[in-house]
């Protein structure tokens, strides 16, 4: 069984998915005034299919809602996240995308 890891690497402005230690993942990010943008979502091919795309996604979007920031799911993948889970995320994203992220992902 392979150890996975997710964490914020803010000096790096990305969240990282390591797995057995090795970076196998990031979800990039912009930082701004109560808000956090999530950019883009890569997951390396060896690992890609098994979840851990939408474990990555997800602890982003918890982190924001930790942290108090307003999500901008630039990202389709973060979007489509928030769309299969509305009930937990949609309330995160800045008002003005919600209807978009709903019908578009």
């Known amino acids: 069984m392979d150890e996975v890891?997710?964490?914020?690497?803010?000096?790096e402005a990305r969240y990282e998915l390591l797995v057995d230690g090795a970076l196998a993942g990031s979800l990039t990010y912009r930082l701004g005034e109560g808000r956090i943008t999530l950019v883009h979502t890569e997951v390396d091919d060896e690992h890609a299919?098994?979840?851990?795309?939408?474990?990555?996604?997800?602890?982003a979007l918890d982190d924001a809602r930790r942290r108090g920031l307003?999500?901008?799911?630039?990202?389709?993948?973060?979007?489509?996240?928030v769309k299969e889970?509305?009930?937990?995320?949609?309330?995160?994203?800045?008002?003005?995308?919600?209807?978009?992220?709903?019908e578009e992902s």
């Open 70 to 81: 307003a999500v901008v799911p630039v990202c389709p993948f973060v979007a489509a996240i």
């Open 5 to 11: 890891e997710v964490r914020d690497n803010p000096d």
């Open 49 to 59: 299919g098994g979840g851990l795309g939408t474990r990555l996604a997800r602890f």
């Open 85 to 102: 889970h509305a009930d937990e995320y949609l309330d995160e994203v800045v008002p003005a995308m919600r209807r978009r992220v709903i």
